[in-house]
T-cell receptor, first 116, second 116 residues
Framework: AQTVTQSQPEMSVQEAETVTLSCTYDTSESDYYLFWYKQPPSRQMILVIRQEAYKQQNATENRFSVNFQKAAKSFSLKISDSQLGDAAMYFCAYRSAWAGSEKLVFGKGTKLTVNP | DSGVTQTPKHLITATGQRVTLRCSPRSGDLSVYWYQQSLDQGLQFLIQYYNGEERAKGNILERFSAQQFPDLHSELNLSSLELGDSALYFC???????????????FGQGTRLTVV
């Protein structure tokens, strides 16, 4: 079974600074997808960014980018120019590419605080 | 707005009771997932339905059951409720068709269940 580990229960960053959230995963599969979801106090789960394992290029979405290291099974999220609205719980998630295995496996989450 | 609708938003009930949570997926999404979010267990996958059929099962208790109806909405039934069932229950939906296996899941706002 796949597992996802987020080793930082809490992180803080100053507004306008850059922060990196860590995520490692364990799988024996070669094809899969990785996601970062954001959960603000409203509790809505919002997709931040996704990465296909077969792509070597790291995904980027505006101020959010990932560092995907397939051999190391590492998938970190970098938030640049942090804003107060970035404060939330961030969850790393794994999804198999196999049909019938579309469920998401989540890490325990990292609570990000943004200080003004 | 993710397009996934969950009702009710909040539910308070007594131990031993039975409740039904409802989910309407995004238009066009055939797959529905149920997740449970609790402080001690994190986000756990419960069950997935695809076009009316059960597709995958996770850590779902025997006291819990779900179904997906012809109009694709889904219901999660929780019975003989215990204090430990208090959690946030999310529904998510995705396309899941050949060629779109990597499409992300969109989450509803969740149902906060409190068992007293």
């Amino acid at each position: 079974a796949q597992t996802v580990t987020q080793s930082q229960p809490e992180m803080s960053v100053q507004e306008a600074e850059t922060v990196t959230l860590s995520c490692t995963y364990d799988t024996s599969e070669s094809d899969y997808y990785l996601f970062w979801y954001k959960q603000p106090p409203s509790r809505q789960m919002i997709l931040v960014i996704r990465q296909e394992a077969y792509k070597q290029q790291n995904a980027t979405e505006n101020r959010f980018s990932v560092n995907f290291q397939k051999a190391a099974k590492s998938f970190s999220l970098k938030i640049s120019d942090s804003q107060l609205g970035d404060a939330a719980m961030y969850f790393c998630a794994y999804r198999s590419a196999w049909a019938g295995s579309e469920k998401l496996v989540f890490g325990k989450g990292t609570k990000l605080t943004v200080n003004p | 707005d993710s397009g996934v609708t969950q009702t009710p938003k909040h539910l308070i009930t007594a131990t031993g009771q039975r409740v039904t949570l409802r989910c309407s997926p995004r238009s066009g999404d055939l797959s529905v997932y149920w997740y449970q979010q609790s402080l001690d267990q994190g986000l756990q996958f419960l069950i997935q339905y695809y076009n009316g059929e059960e597709r995958a099962k996770g850590n779902i208790l025997e006291r819990f059951s779900a179904q997906q109806f012809p109009d694709l909405h889904s219901e999660l039934n929780l019975s003989s409720l215990e204090l430990g069932d208090s959690a946030l229950y999310f529904c998510a939906s995705s396309v899941v068709t050949p060629g779109q296996e990597g499409t992300e899941a969109f989450f509803g706002q969740g149902t906060r269940l409190t068992v007293v």
